[in-house]
């Protein structure tokens, strides 16, 4: 049991942490309402998820939807003592109010990998998944800005993209593929080998969300730190294969869904901030782009009140980066393309 003096400690660092939050970017208060549904609230990415997302003082409505399960995830969140009001909703029946109004839908909705799935087993569950949801969204939410987590992300943003265009809600800078777990590992692996504080480090992470299309960029990395070659490959390797180290780890019980929901409250944050006019809120995203050839592409993109602001550039890569670069491309629009027909059969 858990004794009181570690319950007041735990209580105090969520309060520094939530006020924060609330100072930060702030001049003035009261900071705006701002509604965010998670849906796939219920599932082990969702019920982490929906704790975080209570956590967060700029959010003032949160609901939580799943086809089942989602009363007693908000029933239990709903009692934290944080600012915002907590509703659960349950089934199709009740997807359009559980969006209404909504100014960041998350969607961690689908299956997680379990071992000897491929990636087809599950792609074929998840894209039909976030296919449906995204049509609900088109009705009830056209301009919400859109988290999806649901894996692989690299082939249900096109999807989604995809059921906007047609629903004629689609956004570019509102579409976002939530690539910031690959973000974190780098930063904390890399923090492991620089012998770096973590909260200074930086670590731009580019290409997609799944195997060699993860691209750390570490020689952009901050601090720098002269690390060999040897470890940046190490590094780069275990970045791509993060996903993989803990679904083993897990032992056919689960995958990463702790570390995911902290990913997935990270970026909705940052999101949140640029809604409300916080300068400079820039972290890497899985968005519609320029920056190469392939029509999506994750780089680092600055968040704003109309969502995507503006989509960096790669910058100087490494003889390494640049060779994975070219290497994961193929993948990469394999899997885009793969999305898009699967949306338009």
């Known amino acids: 049991m858990m004794k009181p ?51 967060n003082p700029l959010v ?57 799935m491929t990636r087809d087993d599950l792609f074929n569950i998840n894209a039909g998944i976030v296919k449906s949801l995204a049509a609900a969204i088109a009705k009830y939410s056209p301009h919400a800005l859109v988290n999806i987590i649901s894996n692989p992300v690299n082939s249900t943003i096109p999807i989604a993209a995809e059921v906007f265009k047609k629903a004629g809600t689609y956004d570019e800078k509102r579409l976002f593929g939530v690539t910031t777990l690959d973000v974190v590992r780098a930063k904390t692996f890399y923090a492991g080998k620089a012998n770096v504080p973590v909260a200074e480090v930086n670590v731009p992470v580019v290409g997609g969300h799944a195997g060699i299309t993860i691209l750390p ?4 990395a901050t ?21 993989t180290e803990v679904v083993e780890a897990k032992a056919g019980k689960g995958s990463a869904t702790l570390s995911m929901a902290y990913a997935g409250a990270y970026f909705a944050d940052a999101c949140l901030k640029g809604l409300n006019g916080v300068p400079d809120v820039v972290e890497p995203s899985f968005v519609q782009s320029n920056v190469t050839e392939l029509p999506f592409f994750a780089s680092k993109v600055r968040l704003g009140k109309n969502g995507v602001e503006e989509v960096f550039g790669l910058g100087a890569l490494s003889d390494y980066e640049k060779q994975g670069l070219e290497n994961l491309k193929a993948e990469l629009k394999s899997s885009i393309e793969k999305g898009i027909k699967f949306a338009n059969q």
């Open 223 to 243: 601090p720098q730190a002269n690390l060999d070659d040897d470890v940046i490959q190490a590094l780069t390797k275990r970045t791509q294969d993060g996903g």
């Open 5 to 55: 003096s570690m319950l007041r400690s735990l209580h105090s660092a969520v309060s520094r942490r939530s006020s924060h939050l609330a100072r930060r970017g702030y001049a003035t208060e009261p900071v705006p309402e701002r509604k965010v549904a998670i849906l796939g609230a219920a599932g082990g990415i969702g019920q982490p998820l929906s704790l975080l997302i209570k956590l």
């Open 60 to 116: 003032s409505s949160l609901s939580l939807y799943d086809i089942g399960g989602t009363p007693g995830v908000a029933a239990d969140v709903s009692h934290i003592n944080t600012r915002s009001e907590v509703v659960g909703y349950q089934g199709e029946d009740q997807l359009r109010k559980a969006l209404e109004g909504a100014d960041v839908v998350i969607i961690p909705a689908g299956v997680p990998r379990k071992p000897g």
């Open 217 to 220: 960029l570490f020689s952009q």
